[in-house]
Antibody
Framework: EVQLVQSGAEVKKPGESLKISCKGS????????IGWVRQMPGKGLEWMGI????????RYSPSFQGQVTISADKSISTAYLQWSSLKASDTAMYYC??????????????WGQGTMVTVSS | DIQMTQSPSSLSASVGDRVTITCQAS??????LNWYQQKPGKAPKLLIY???NLETGVPSRFSGSGSGTDFTFTISSLQPEDIATYYC?????????FGQGTKVEIK
């Protein structure tokens, strides 16, 4: 079964760093891009960025460029989303998702279960 | 970024009703348009890709149409389990922007 399993919920203070993960299984992890999508409480979906684990080619939405870092470790089939200094406005559910096709942009047909990040003093 | 404008933002309909949601792109995106369903507390689920192709396993009461800048998503006969928020998404250009969502409720 193709699936993405994300790390658990996090509660952090402003200014702290954080790295959340998304582990793929049931398919060739290095052959498909992995994207990240933000959903702030009660709000819609926002496309953040995407990485190709095969060579770590990464693309960011201009809205998120410089705000987060997307990376991947193909040896353990895991993609990451990290922050160096969290803000309260980073409080959101974060989903990883895999495109349906082996291209940088396509429909996301496989989704992780989501990781809730809460940033509060 | 390409802007995606969905309407309405919410709707209330009866079981068995035909429900239609529209999505307009700020520029021509050909047929590079997806539709997702998100139920409360769950990850989004792909329903329609390439504007009109039904994802495997999705009930045939869901359909999509359109090309260029104007797209339509239809539920032919609303069922109680269809209560959710629906999103369009363009994938003609990075970033793959989403519409703001349409919340569907039962009247």
């Amino acid at each position: 079964e193709v699936q993405l399993v994300q790390s658990g919920a996090e509660v952090k203070k402003p200014g702290e760093s954080l790295k959340i993960s998304c582990k793929g299984s049931g398919y060739s992890f290095t052959s498909y891009w992995i994207g990240w999508v933000r959903q702030m409480p009660g709000k819609g979906l926002e496309w953040m960025g995407i990485i190709y684990p095969g060579d770590s080619d990464t693309r960011y939405s201009p809205s998120f460029q410089g705000q987060v870092t997307i990376s991947a470790d193909k040896s353990i089939s895991t993609a990451y989303l990290q922050w160096s200094s969290l803000k309260a406005s980073d409080t959101a559910m974060y989903y990883c998702a895999r495109p349906k096709d082996r291209v940088v942009i396509a429909a996301f047909d496989i989704w992780g279960q989501g990781t809730m990040v809460t940033v509060s003093s | 970024d390409i802007q995606m404008t969905q309407s309405p933002s919410s709707l209330s309909a009866s079981v068995g009703d035909r429900v239609t949601i529209t999505c307009q792109a700020s520029q021509d995106i050909s047929n590079y348009l997806n539709w997702y369903q998100q139920k409360p507390g769950k990850a989004p689920k792909l329903l329609i890709y390439d504007a009109s192709n039904l994802e495997t396993g999705v009930p045939s009461r869901f359909s999509g149409s359109g090309s260029g800048t104007d797209f339509t998503f239809t539920i032919s006969s609303l069922q109680p389990e269809d209560i959710a928020t629906y999103y369009c998404q363009q994938y003609d250009n990075l970033p793959g922007t989403f519409g703001q969502g349409t919340k569907v409720e039962i009247k």
